[in-house]
């Protein structure tokens, strides 16, 4: 089984790819949706979450799942530019959408950090980093809606995530950072 989903995930690798998804009864809904620039013809049950889609499906792992039921905020990506669970969306209800991951923000000619991520890691912004990738992509549709956030407008946005590694005092530097950099558009 781990096989045939290592054989989807290299057949699935680049632009204009038809996935088959394993899983379910049966029954498949076929959709188009763009995953961090990539666009995909998936085939998929209509009970697959996009978390699953993103890990199982397209081998995206940088998406986390934390509680699965949207408690934690681990899971968050960008749909259309906003912020969402994951775990809490149905591939389905993505059909002819745009995904971000957090495989999606570093520059993918050069390889290069996100600014963001890099201010991350500059202000030792996580610790196990298993909720860093959910609190980075919030922090990302915070700073493409306002640029020149406050530091209550970071803490807002962040709301919700569950992290029980490290204080949020070095996230909220690092979003900070990146806001003033203006790198971050």
């Known amino acids: 089984m781990e096989q045939d989903h290592k054989n989807e995930r290299e057949k699935c690798k680049g632009v204009g790819k038809t996935v088959v998804a394993a899983g379910g009864n049966g029954e498949r809904h076929s959709i188009h949706l763009t995953v961090n620039g990539h ?6 049950a209509p009970s697959h979450t996009l978390a699953h889609t993103l890990r199982d499906t397209l081998g995206l792992t940088g998406t986390k799942i934390g509680c699965d039921y949207g408690a934690c905020a ?14 809490q969306t149905l591939t389905v209800k993505c059909d002819g959408k ?3 991951t957090i495989e999606g923000l570093e520059d993918p000619k ?9 201010a991350f890691i500059d202000n030792t912004a996580f610790q196990c980093g298993f909720c860093t990738p959910g609190v980075t992509m919030s922090a990302k549709a915070l700073l493409d809606e306002n640029p020149s956030p406050t530091e209550v407008d970071v803490k807002q946005a962040l709301t919700g995530h569950f992290c029980r590694c490290i204080s949020h ?9 990146a806001s003033r950099k203006r790198e971050v558009l």
């Open 169 to 177: 005092y070095q996230v909220i530097k690092a979003v900070m950072e």
């Open 74 to 87: 681990a899971c968050t990506v960008l749909i259309d530019g906003k912020a969402a669970l994951s775990c």
């Open 110 to 118: 050069t390889g290069k950090l996100h600014p963001l991520q890099q």
């Open 39 to 44: 666009l995909y013809e998936l085939h998929i």
């Open 98 to 100: 745009s995904i971000t």
